[in-house]
């Protein structure tokens, strides 16, 4: 269970304090919890917002990494993968992804067979410990004809035939973060959302000691004690290491901030698999199009960054060129703004300043040994696949005695998960069993941490992903939110903005 208690937080001491509530301090929090530390993780808004919530959802394994011959990304993209498939079967499944090939630059058919056969035999342990209904099949080359059929609307001009490999997609990946953070719970882990980091503490030698931090909900000041920090603060983390360690200073390898979002679509998707597309005739990169909520979800597009990190949004040029690029690469769709339901726009971490091109490397700054302070670690990741891996080196890199293997110690089993039903299995529950449903919406309030209608509707179940359903059902969870808590909570409808 996620109880939003902050004295009683504040009441006790821990190993460590982590700050930043997606999904890479959320993995920390589990590795730390692990490996029979006690953690607490402080999330100035809500769990898995930001950067985490506006991914494409897929769980990439690397293939396209052998492109650029980056081994060293491969080799670590395709046992997280596995590491999903294996403790999120429920959560994650397997991902049919096509790729259309016309003979053109590295999209000839020989050396996408060639690298297919490399990806296979490099991945040869993709299935190890995983469920045979999760379990990856081989990939393979397929000929135009089947390509066609499987993407009838394919362009047939110079097909070739297609590429046919398999990753892994996230059927919720809001359950994903918050069964992720249950699981840290169930072992010593303590969370707390709407906590924001005010200062650090240091003691006598200089060294950190703890967090003085604000809750945003009530406006209470609090000190919360450990003599380990992490930052993982995604965008916000450079800033925050400079603010915690004014010695340290700036450090702007921590993170170079680039745009990238995907688009929630109105339209049924072009095929029932993932498809890897982009323009004919055009140097513009690879998006990945694949069914979601009966929807489509098309990503990503990326673009240099110089605004603020609070305000993130594609400008109207920039999604009018996506729209284009999506409507050249799959011929009669016809995609406007109207189209679009969603934007899911986040900043990730760039290849160097004004760049387009994203970070291939975690960063991980130990501030003690840079100069600044001790016990203070400023962590900054590259992807969703390879959070739980940089957040274990993160969390070795503060305790660098820990054990490897926190199997042998606590086990690899989740906790039992928390079913939630979707929407429409709910509201027909509303109709027939309304104890039932009461039930479930108290167990996600109370046990979850949901302050705010947006938590529930967006972070705790996917009730409110068509912004229609959003809008209706807001005003009435807003309401019982407000009767679900002493007025003294200070619980408000809208969240505060971060």
């Not at 997606?22 to 919890?33: F, K, N, T």
């Not at 009966?294 to 990326?302: E, N």
């Amino acid at each position: 269970m996620l109880p939003r208690d902050t004295d009683a937080a504040a009441a006790v001491s821990y190993d460590l304090i982590i700050i930043g509530g997606g999904i890479y301090g959320i993995m920390a929090a589990l590795e730390a919890a692990r490996r029979k530390l006690r953690p607490l993780l402080l999330e100035r808004a809500d769990f898995g917002g930001a950067t985490s919530w506006n991914s494409l959802r897929i769980i990439h394994g690397g293939l396209r990494y052998l492109q650029s011959l980056d081994l060293h990304r491969f080799r670590e993209s395709v046992p997280e993968r596995r590491w999903f498939l294996r403790h999120f079967p429920d959560l994650v499944s397997p991902l049919e992804c096509l790729m259309p090939l016309y003979g053109e630059g590295l999209r000839r058919t020989s050396i996408l067979r060639a690298a297919l056969r490399v990806n296979d035999l490099l991945s040869r342990q993709r299935n190890l410990a995983v469920r045979s209904a999760n379990a990856l099949p081989a990939s393979r080359i397929i000929g135009p004809d089947e390509t066609a059929n499987r993407f009838p609307a394919v362009d047939r001009d110079g097909l070739k035939g297609g590429a046919l490999w398999y990753d892994g997609v996230m059927t919720s990946s809001q359950r994903v973060v918050i069964e992720s953070l249950r699981w840290a719970t169930s072992y010593r882990a303590r969370v707390l959302n709407y906590v924001e980091a005010d200062s650090l503490l240091t003691n006598r030698s200089g060294a950190a000691a703890g967090i003085g931090a604000i809750d945003r909900v009530t406006g209470a000041s609090m000190e919360f004690r450990a003599p380990s920090v992490l930052n993982l603060t995604g965008p916000w983390s450079r800033t925050l290491a400079a603010r915690l360690d004014p010695r340290l200073g700036d450090r702007p390898e921590l993170f170079q901030p680039s745009l990238a979002f995907n688009l929630f679509l109105d339209r049924e998707p072009p095929a029932p698999l993932a498809l890897a597309v982009r323009p004919r005739h055009s140097k513009s990169r690879t998006y990945f199009i694949h069914p979601w909520q009966g929807r489509t979800l098309a990503g990503t597009y990326h673009a240099p960054w110089s605004g603020p990190v609070d305000d993130v949004a594609p400008s109207d040029q920039q999604l009018d060129a996506f729209l284009a690029d999506l409507n050249s690469a799959v011929p009669g769709w016809d995609l406007t703004r109207d189209n679009i339901l969603r934007i899911h726009a986040g900043l990730i971490p760039a290849a160097h300043a004004g760049s387009d091109q994203p970070a291939s490397r975690e960063v991980i700054i130990d501030h003690g040994k840079a100069g600044g302070v001790p016990g203070l670690f400023s962590v900054s990741g590259v992807k969703f696949t390879t959070a739980r891996l940089v957040a274990e080196k993160a969390v070795r890199t503060a305790f660098p005695a820990l054990t490897r293997d926190p199997d042998a110690l606590l086990g690899t089993e989740r906790p039992i998960p928390f079913a939630v039903p979707s929407l429409d299995p709910f509201e027909e529950l509303r109709r027939t069993d309304p104890q039932r449903a009461s039930t479930i919406l108290t167990q996600l309030i109370d046990d979850e941490s949901v302050v705010y209608a947006e938590d529930l509707l967006l972070r705790r179940t996917d009730w409110g992903y068509d912004p229609a359903d959003e809008r209706r059902l807001a005003p009435g969870i807003a309401r019982l939110l407000e009767r679900s808590r002493t007025p003294a909570s200070g619980v408000a409808v809208e969240p505060p903005r971060p």
